[in-house]
């Protein structure tokens, strides 16, 4: 007697609208333009798809109480970008940490509250440090993107629901797991 075969592995579900989405962001990587670039043509296609009730299943906007949740929507073959929904429940956040590529935010439910850092090396003797540059509150709607260096930064939800922002990455997070190279545990001027 032999068993029957296993069924295939389903994956997260796709949307038609995540899907086109998916075919925006390739058409403007493909383009092999620098990481600068790239983000700014990424941020385009991904605007007009943020806040749109069909853009995600509802189990890729699903929370967690413990920390903010990461739903891995898609990892190109060729592991040049992938999208992610993350989903913050109030005062949720990262830690302060810089990335391992070219990265594409856009909010879709909800704020994203962002605080971006210099490293200030350290010098005659006094130890190297964090100075805040910028802050920034961003809506549904809200775009922005960068690629290294000066990409440290932290993120959280400073409001009262939940938040749900979608994140582009040039690299492969499905092998890496995440795109953050470097978590950051200096002082920090404010």
Same mark, same amino acid.
């Given at each position: 007697?032999?068993?029957?075969?296993?069924? !295939?592995?389903?994956?997260?579900?796709?949307?038609?609208?995540?899907?086109?989405?998916?075919?925006?962001?390739?058409?403007?990587?493909?383009?092999?333009?620098?990481?600068?670039?790239?983000?700014?043509?990424?941020?385009?296609?991904?605007?007009?798809?943020?806040?749109? !009730?069909?853009?995600?299943?509802?189990?890729?906007?699903?929370g967690d109480t413990a920390r903010y949740r990461q739903h891995l929507l898609h990892a190109e073959a060729d592991g040049s970008f992938s999208l992610v929904s993350l989903v913050w429940l109030p005062g949720q956040s990262t830690s302060v940490h810089d990335?391992?590529?070219?990265?594409v935010t856009g909010v879709h439910?909800?704020?994203?509250h962002?605080?971006?850092?210099?490293?200030v090396p350290a010098s005659d003797g006094a130890p190297a440090r964090l100075t805040a540059t910028e802050d920034a509150v961003n809506p549904v709607g809200a775009v922005c993107g960068f690629a290294p260096p000066g990409d440290i930064h932290r993120v959280w939800n400073g409001c009262s629901?939940?938040?749900?922002?979608?994140?582009?990455?040039?690299?492969?997070?499905?092998?890496?797991?995440?795109?953050?190279?470097?978590?950051?545990?200096?002082?920090?001027d404010h």
């Open positions: 007697m032999t068993s029957p075969p296993e069924s !295939p592995a389903v994956g997260p579900r796709t949307t038609d609208r995540l899907a086109a989405l998916v075919d925006d962001i390739r058409e403007a990587v493909e383009r092999g333009l620098p990481p600068d670039a790239t983000a700014h043509l990424v941020g385009e296609r991904l605007a007009p798809h943020l806040g749109a !009730p069909d853009l995600l299943a509802p189990e890729q906007c699903e990335h391992v590529s070219w990265c439910r909800g704020e994203e962002e605080r971006r850092y210099r490293l629901h939940k938040a749900v922002s979608l994140h582009v990455y040039g690299a492969d997070v499905s092998r890496l797991g995440s795109s953050v190279r470097r978590v950051y545990d200096l002082p920090a």
